[in-house]
């Protein structure tokens, strides 16, 4: 494959520093305040925060839907404290990231956030780099992982293998799993954006609670990544990320390509450990590894989490920083 490079023209870097939202309280970490730095890329103003030495080997976070940074604050810091830098960016339509041209359509189609990654490290200088995250992060990784594998040292999968077949239209899935869809069919209709615009915090929050059963967010937990979602594309963002993962919209024509090289789910060679929430919203994992290891044919580990829901890295951050420091070490 070409480099990202050739996908979209490098930018050079651009730092800024901004008020953050405050931190949530997560085990063992802290309260203070860090600045937000700004890296600019042909397409988004990415918004990022950044912790440890500037020389040290970098290691990106990567959020999903719908979180935020927050979700790494247990993370970051003991990272840091073993010499890597941290580099936590909010995705696209998330917090402080902004697209740069105010007629550019706002997808949220897979290629373009694991464009979003690779335009993010291009930016910073950064060649190599380990990556981990959850949700929509976790399938940016696994994306960048296939497309670009000398890039990517090792890599943490929350959740296993997360790359969509976006061409074919999928089939019914069991009664339990669609039901646990509902939001995904909900905005897959014009009430399900109205209601996305008008109570995205009330959704939000329930998503919270249902993915992660055996967790208790406060009103403090949520408070602090809530304006995260009030970027002025969230919406449109989330909107066309359901809808085109289930082919009722069209993505861009400089990933269709890609896309039809993802449909076919090609495995990742990296180094690469995956995470598995045992008490995830979306039922247990299964307890045979099988998939996993033929989804990760460079497989170091595959570790079932307890006391972890959806959100794992803000459940259990001790198992995420031990697993890449097992792959980094």
């Known amino acids: 494959m070409p480099s990202s490079r050739r996908f979209i023209l490098k930018s050079a870097g651009l730092t800024l520093t901004a008020a953050i939202f405050g931190h949530r309280v997560a085990i063992g970490q802290s309260n203070s305040a860090t600045a937000i730095k700004m890296a600019q890329t042909d397409v988004l103003d990415i918004g990022y925060e950044e912790y440890g030495p500037a020389d040290g080997f970098p290691i990106i976070l990567l959020h999903g839907f719908p979180y935020d940074v927050r979700s790494f604050d247990g993370v970051s810091e003991p990272l840091a404290a073993e010499g890597y830098r941290v580099l936590l960016p ?4 998330y917090g402080p990231t902004r697209f740069r041209d105010d007629t550019a359509p706002r997808t949220g189609e897979q290629a373009a956030i694991a464009q979003d990654l690779l335009d993010f490290a ?3 200088n950064i060649e190599e780099f380990a990556v981990a995250g959850f949700d929509w992060g976790n399938r940016a990784a696994c994306i960048a992982s296939i497309l670009h594998p000398e890039r990517i040292r090792a890599q943490v999968a929350m959740g296993g293998y997360s790359v969509q077949d976006t061409i074919t239209l999928g089939r019914p899935a069991s009664a339990v799993l669609e039901s646990r869809m509902w939001y995904q069919w909900y905005f897959n209709t014009d009430r399900g954006v109205a209601g996305l615009e008008a109570n995205r ?28 979602f009030d970027n002025p594309d969230f919406v449109d963002v989330v909107i066309h990320s359901y809808r085109h993962r289930h082919v009722n919209v069209l993505g861009e024509e400089r990933f269709l390509e890609i ?52 959100d794992l890295p803000a459940h259990r951050p001790d198992v995420v920083v031990d697993a890449l420091l097992r792959l980094l070490g």
Request: proline letters at 9%; glycine letters at 8%.
């Open 259 to 310: 896309e039809k090289r993802l449909a076919a789910r090609p495995p990742i060679t990296v180094p690469a450990i995956v995470l598995r929430a045992i008490e995830s919203g979306f039922g247990p994992p299964a307890q045979n590894p099988t998939g996993d290891r033929a989804r990760f044919t460079n497989l170091v580990d595959r570790i079932l989490v307890d006391g972890a829901g959806h």
């Open 90 to 93: 909010y995705l696209r339509g």
């Open 122 to 124: 291009d930016a910073l």
């Open 201 to 228: 915090h009330d959704i939000i929050r329930l998503l919270w609670d249902t993915w992660s059963p055996g967790w208790t967010y406060s009103d403090e937990d949520y408070s602090r990544s809530a304006p995260s």
